[in-house]
């Protein structure tokens, strides 16, 4: 039987309740719906006798929430939440910094300069120690830091980090300080040390970014750790920007007081270290109104040095302030500067001082063996003889007017002065150093000077001298030459029969000197003039017996070391002293061209000397005799006149003076027929006239010297010709005092107008002058110095009139080399260019200008 617990069917339950029902904690026990069975078989309980219903209108009531298991339940419970997060937000962001820091560290290496901090210029200076030029992309030129005194590096320290010896490479508090003061009005500061100040200038840039103060704190660290306090500021020293372009303490020096870094006074540095703050804002030459702020800026690095015992109080209070020498403008390249600067690296680039990309580079600094006066009195000749003449809105040919000179010390070798152009920035091409015109009849006496040195015969077998007789008449096929005919044409094909050799230079008789060429032998022609000085790659300096009129390219800086050569046996050098980072770079000794041991003996030197002397006294250089001193030269004129030259010395300088013609805008050479006004120009003309004024003015208050000459058996100097006189306006004159004023041309007018005169004994001037046919070559040099009128010399004696000293060649002769050679016939010397040995002459012709 079963019973049911549940609501009576007819009324309310019976019975009192006993306490609250299950139903008022929350409806039906245990969620039992109302009218179910709520028990389970097998009896009844007296609790479930007394449960009644709960009320279905009424809502049940909220259970109470459980109590709180050990807090009070009024206590707050933020504050201790918040400082947990706090910790929390702080633990993080230590550990992100963290992170941060050891992968900035890892990740940013130290980098390689960057290209403004490694450029530098390269210095030039005078003899003296006076800056010629600066060339490069900025003007900066690094020292050690032990050529900077250590006045000047307290100096620095004490205005830019005075504890740069004992603090770390990064300084965080400054840092922040500086930021906190940046942003709150007080001033941009960057709160860096030297270190990060270096990095910046050296590795980075001078950007404001985050990125590239991130990289600075990074590289500055490690830096700290791998380089010494010592090297790091070197380097900032050399790197800081100083103002007035002056990149380092060196330029600074310069620039400021005209100084080297090494002569600097703690005054001064301090003064220099003060601008490191605001370069231009502390320049009290360029803006004087600044002077307070200057000085209140040197006294703070002075008083600076005092607080960190740098300085002694006494020091201090005699310090005066050092006012800095105007604002110069920069020494560029304009001018001759350009060209002198281009002259000397050329110097050190060919000789293998220094290699090209090196020099590049920068930071040389070249003392040379340049001389300020004499360079100015150079400039200053060429200028009143040839630059102020100039008119090419009358004169077209002016346009194409080009000079250059170089002038050598005989007794040492050192170039003194140099001329490069107009100016630098307007005409490129260095006309000292260019290889492209024919030097002419200034080769001849190279000639000379080797046919003494070895003792040459001419074709008859008689020994060469000053007073040997040759045929001087016109056209003369050359005798003894294994090539085809060659038969150069004299000057306005002038025949002068037989001739002695010392009239045949003075005169410059092609005709002689092609068989004089041929009679000594080519080869050892072009072995003298290398021996000499000129480069053996000089361009068209070939074996062949048209080599003796000076188809050769030579510079007219190589000329002129050739021709101190002739007098004193030297070579040239342009370069004292050549230094970087304060190392001395070696340089090659100055015995001699290299290989060339000693050029040519005393006697055959000497006796050449001798032979020129005569050109001056009464040939085609006796504008030269203006020098008003004892000098020996020789005059020589291209082909067409496309340049003119003068080659001279005295016992103590050596000068080569050079007009050219050039177009200036296609570079093609261009004959000077009209230029500064006159019908033609010669070697005897302009060149000589500056040579002379240089000369004069170079040697001022230096007593006249002779020369010391000691001449070969047979080669006595004849008695000194008195000095032309000035030729009245109209008169016949030659290359020299008067020159330029010469009778009417006979006839028409010759190639590009170049005029003609009458000359007593000339024959009519054949068309085919400029042979180029098979077997002649071509003579692309026919001497242009025009000479007093043609004087037959008394007959010659016969050509064995007296017995020569018996030697190696034979009785009676000697040998070309003085080991039995032949003395004449083909050519016995030695040759390693082009147009070696037997054959014609196949001198190129002349490369355009450029």
């Not at 032309?724 to 290359?735: H, I, K, N, T, W």
């Amino acid at each position: 039987m079963s019973l049911s617990f549940g609501r009576s069917s007819d009324g309310p339950s019976r019975g009192p309740s006993r306490g609250p029902s299950r139903g008022a904690r929350g409806g039906p026990s245990h969620g039992v719906p109302d009218g179910t069975s709520g028990g389970t078989s097998g009896g009844t309980s007296a609790e479930s006798s007394s449960w009644e219903p709960r009320d279905p209108t009424v809502p049940a009531a909220s259970p109470p929430p459980p109590p709180s298991r050990g807090r009070h339940p009024h206590r707050p419970r933020g504050p201790r939440r918040l400082l947990r997060r706090l910790l929390g937000l702080v633990v993080l962001g230590g550990l992100l910094l963290l992170g941060g820091f050891v992968a900035g560290y890892l990740l940013v290496d130290i980098p390689s300069a960057n290209a403004t901090a490694v450029a530098q210029s390269n210095l030039f200076l005078y003899s003296d120690g006076s800056p010629i030029a600066r060339a490069g992309e900025v003007d900066r030129e690094n020292v050690s830091l032990a050529q900077v005194p250590a006045g000047v590096r307290d100096a620095v320290l004490a205005a830019e980090d005075r504890d740069f010896h004992t603090a770390p490479a990064v300084d965080p508090r400054a840092m922040v300080r500086a930021t906190w003061n940046t942003l709150t009005g007080k001033g941009r500061q960057s709160g860096s040390t030297i270190t990060q100040q270096y990095v910046k200038n050296y590795y980075l840039g001078q950007e404001q970014t985050l990125t590239r103060k991130a990289k600075e704190f990074f590289i500055a660290i490690k830096l700290g750790r791998e380089k010494s306090k010592a090297e790091i500021l070197e380097g900032y020293l050399n790197t800081s920007y100083f103002g007035r372009n002056a990149y380092g303490i060196q330029a600074a020096a310069r620039a400021y007081y005209g100084k080297d870094a090494k002569d600097l006074d703690t005054a001064e540095g301090a003064y220099l270290a003060s601008l490191l703050n605001a370069p231009n804002a502390y320049d009290v030459a360029a803006h004087p109104e600044n002077r307070p702020r200057a000085l209140a800026r040197w006294r703070y690095v002075l008083d600076g040095m005092v607080k960190e015992g740098w300085l002694s109080p006494a020091g201090r209070a005699a310090a005066v302030f050092p006012t800095p020498q105007p604002a110069h403008a920069s020494a560029g390249l304009s001018g001759q500067r350009g060209y002198l600067a281009q002259a000397v690296a050329q110097y050190l680039t060919e000789r293998g001082i220094v290699d090209e990309k090196t020099l590049a580079a920068g930071g040389f600094r070249i003392t040379t063996t340049l001389e300020r006066a004499k360079q100015d009195a150079l400039v200053r000749a060429v200028d009143e003889h040839v630059n102020d003449r100039l008119d090419p809105a009358r004169n077209p040919a002016d346009r194409y007017v080009r000079v250059g000179g170089a002038a050598v010390e005989p007794a040492s070798g050192r170039v003194v002065a140099l001329y490069g152009g107009i100016d630098y920035t307007r005409q490129f091409v260095n006309n000292a150093t260019r290889r492209d015109y024919q030097v002419g009849s200034t080769f001849k006496p190279f000639v000379l000077a080797a046919a003494l040195q070895h003792g040459a015969l001419t074709q008859e077998g008689e020994r060469i001298t000053p007073n040997t007789y040759y045929d001087g008449d016109n056209r003369r096929p050359v005798q003894g030459w294994n090539g085809a005919l060659y038969d150069p044409a004299n000057e306005d094909d002038t025949s002068y029969g037989d001739i002695t050799v010392r009239s045949a230079t003075d005169r410059s008789v092609n005709a002689v000197y092609a068989q004089m060429a041929v009679d000594v032998g080519p080869g050892r022609v072009r072995e003298a003039a290398v021996a000499l000085g000129l480069p053996r790659n000089t361009p068209d300096l070939t074996s062949s017996p048209s080599i003796a009129l000076g188809p050769a390219t030579a510079s007219v800086l190589d000329l002129a070391q050739a021709y101190a050569t002739l007098a004193n046996h030297g070579t040239y050098t342009l370069v004292e002293k050549v230094a970087r980072g304060g190392e001395e770079l070696a340089l090659p000794g100055t015995a001699g061209p290299a290989g060339a041991g000693q050029a040519i003996g005393r006697e055959a030197a000497d006796t050449t000397t001798s032979v020129l002397r005569s050109v001056v006294q009464g040939g085609t250089g006796t504008a030269a005799l203006a020098a008003g001193r004892p000098a020996a030269g020789k005059t020589g004129t291209a082909e067409d006149d496309k340049a003119a030259w003068f080659a001279g010395y005295t016992p103590e300088l050596a000068t080569v003076v050079a007009m050219m013609g050039q177009d200036p805008e296609s570079g093609r050479q261009e004959p000077l027929y009209g230029a500064l006004g006159l019908p033609r120009i010669n070697g005897g003309g302009p060149p000589t006239e500056i040579w002379a004024q240089f000369t004069r003015e170079a040697l001022a208050g230096v007593p006249p010297k002779e020369f010391d000459l000691r001449l070969m058996e047979g080669a006595e100097e004849l008695p000194q010709v008195p000095p032309m006189p000035d030729l009245p306006d109209g008169a016949q004159g030659f290359e020299g005092p008067g020159a330029a004023d010469r009778r009417p041309p006979r006839g028409t007018a010759g190639p590009k107008g170049a005029q003609r005169w009458e000359q007593a004994g000339a024959g009519p001037r054949r068309e085919d002058d400029r042979r180029t046919g098979p077997g002649h070559g071509q003579e692309p040099v026919r001497e242009r110095e025009q000479a007093p009128e043609p004087v037959r010399e008394a007959p010659r004696p016969p050509a064995h009139s007296a017995p020569a000293p018996d030697g190696p060649g034979g009785p009676g002769g000697l040998g070309n080399d003085l080991t039995g050679t032949p003395a004449h016939g083909t050519d016995p010397g030695p040759d390693t260019g082009p147009g070696a040995g037997p054959g014609p002459d196949t001198a190129p012709a002349p490369a355009p200008g450029q």
